[in-house]
């Protein structure tokens, strides 16, 4: 079974902290994708990063970075000198060869809340 | 212009009304997903389609129906809408399988009184 956990349900940080949202996964595929989105107020959701299985080099794009370790099951996300423009809800998702093709499976979602 | 378009953004209406949602594509992807999301729960498939002759139900699909009137539109009907499908309703695009990115749209909210 396929199962993305986002334990922090919520979490509040004053400008210019670091924070780093955290998401663990489950899967028995080998191959398999895993996702980051934004909700901000607004609602819509925005794409933030992609990373295959095959593929643990860290990510960087400028504050934001991803740590991907499969020893740990886990994909977290760290924003450095966090703004209040990055207050939102932010889910992990995992996509793999053996569930419906293209279903993403969805963590419920981490609340950022970046304080002045 | 957005790639990925919903209509409409917000909807009240009342038990037992029949209501669509509409979504149009204009990132020529043959895959297309509709997913409600409720607060604390995440994400949740109601229906993805393939393209235009393949239809799939997902994980919570009762109480819904979908149609794929062409390759860039997928709508979702509520048959008799009750109180507990209030919830915000995304559409969703990706080129091909599970490697692609998912495009998702603006997003509809919609409460049934």
């Known amino acids: 079974a396929q199962k993305v956990t986002q334990a922090q349900t919520e979490i509040s940080v004053v400008e210019k902290e670091d924070v780093t949202l955290d998401c663990v996964y489950e899967t028995r595929d080998t191959t398999y994708y895993l996702f980051w989105y934004k909700q901000p107020p607004s609602g819509e959701l925005v794409f933030l990063i992609r990373r295959n299985s095959f593929d643990e080099q860290n990510e960087i794009s400028g504050r934001y970075s991803w740590n991907f370790q499969k020893s740990t099951s886990s994909f977290n996300f760290t924003i450095t000198a966090s703004q209040v423009v990055d207050s939102a809800v932010y889910f992990c998702a995992l996509s793999n060869a053996g569930s419906t093709l293209g279903r993403l499976y969805f963590g419920r979602g981490t609340q950022l809340t970046v304080w002045p | 212009d957005a790639d990925v378009t919903q209509t409409p953004r917000n909807r009240i209406t009342k038990t037992g009304k029949r209501i669509m949602l509409e979504c149009s594509q204009t990132k020529g992807h043959d895959r297309m997903y509709w997913y409600r999301q409720d607060p604390g729960l995440g994400l949740r498939l109601i229906y993805y389609s393939f393209d235009v002759k393949d239809i799939n139900k997902g994980e919570i699909s009762d109480g819904y129906s979908v149609s794929r009137q062409a390759q860039a539109k997928f709508s979702l009907s509520l048959e008799s809408a009750i109180p507990n499908q209030t919830a915000l309703y995304f559409c969703?695009?990706?080129?091909?399988?599970?490697?692609?990115?998912?495009?998702f749209g603006p997003g509809t909210r919609l409460t049934v009184l």
């Open positions: 969703a695009t990706s080129a091909t399988g599970f490697t692609d990115t998912q495009y």
